[in-house]
């Protein structure tokens, strides 16, 4: 008799301990968003350190004496970027491991990476819709009698795609609503 009381014990006591570390869907999505951004910064720098050596490395073979030191200059130049990609966190990594812990926290933390996302995004679009502009406005030609309207088209629909596509924290942030309204949803009889 005491051991079925024992198990039965253990099994409430596992099924308690299951039920709290089930993270809720903001939990999840801001895990994924900071995975997702980790490994991002993680490609990025090595490919820039990675430049960066075969730079110096082609520079030290190809160039003289006299020039390799410019080669290996440009080489810590391209890797410093990848260096410093692999040691500062994103802002999405920062967020999951402040608040990432709660529920509450991690859904106030996605909706300002969605807000920061959005507004780098059209930043960025302002950006980009200026230099077009100023392409078609001041056409100056340097290789072809077009550089002017690839430059233009470029920008524009650079500015065009800034502005229609969401950031990767902006589909995250709806994703979550996605996941919040679906679990708020009574499930039918």
């Known amino acids: 008799m005491t051991w079925n009381r024992l198990l039965a014990g253990v099994?409430?006591?596992?099924?308690?301990?299951?039920?709290?570390?089930?993270?809720?869907?903001?939990?999840?999505v801001l895990a994924d968003l900071a995975s997702s951004a980790?490994?991002?910064?993680?490609?990025?720098g090595v490919v820039s350190i990675g430049a960066g050596v075969a730079i110096g490395v082609a520079s030290a073979a190809l160039?003289?004496?006299?020039?390799?030191?410019?080669?290996?200059?440009?080489g810590g130049v391209t890797a410093l970027p990848g260096v410093l990609l692999l040691l500062v966190p994103?802002?999405?990594?920062?967020?999951?491991?402040?608040?990432?812990?709660?529920?509450?926290?991690?859904?106030l933390a996605l909706q300002r990476l969605a807000d920061?996302?959005?507004?780098?995004?059209?930043?960025?679009a302002i950006g980009n819709l200026a230099a077009g502009?100023?392409?078609l406005a001041f056409p100056v030609n340097l290789f072809t009698?077009?550089?002017?309207a690839y430059s233009a088209v470029a920008s524009l629909g650079m500015a065009a795609y800034d502005y229609l596509v969401p950031s990767r924290e902006e589909a995250a942030y709806e994703r979550y609503l996605q996941l919040a309204e679906v679990a708020a949803t009574p499930a039918s009889p």
């Open 11 to 28: 099994a409430i006591w596992l099924m308690a301990v299951a039920a709290c570390a089930h993270a809720g869907p903001a939990q999840d």
């Open 38 to 44: 980790r490994a991002d910064r993680v490609a990025s």
């Open 63 to 74: 160039l003289g004496a006299d020039l390799a030191p410019y080669g290996f200059l440009a």
């Open 90 to 107: 994103s802002a999405a990594e920062l967020e999951y491991e402040e608040a990432g812990k709660t529920e509450t926290g991690a859904a």
């Open 116 to 124: 920061e996302g959005r507004r780098s995004r059209y930043i960025s």
């Open 133 to 135: 502009v100023a392409a």
């Open 145 to 148: 009698p077009y550089d002017w």
